[in-house]
């Protein structure tokens, strides 16, 4: 979190656009929820 990293993706598909849109959809969700609790 220090570096504003709200999360970081690990996995073996990571650098594949394969999943891509449903990763962004889940950072951008995280993001929202965490800027609302503010």
Known sequence: YGKGFLMVSATPLTRSSYHAGDDFAQLRSA???KLAKR
């Open 31 to 33: 993001r929202l929820k």
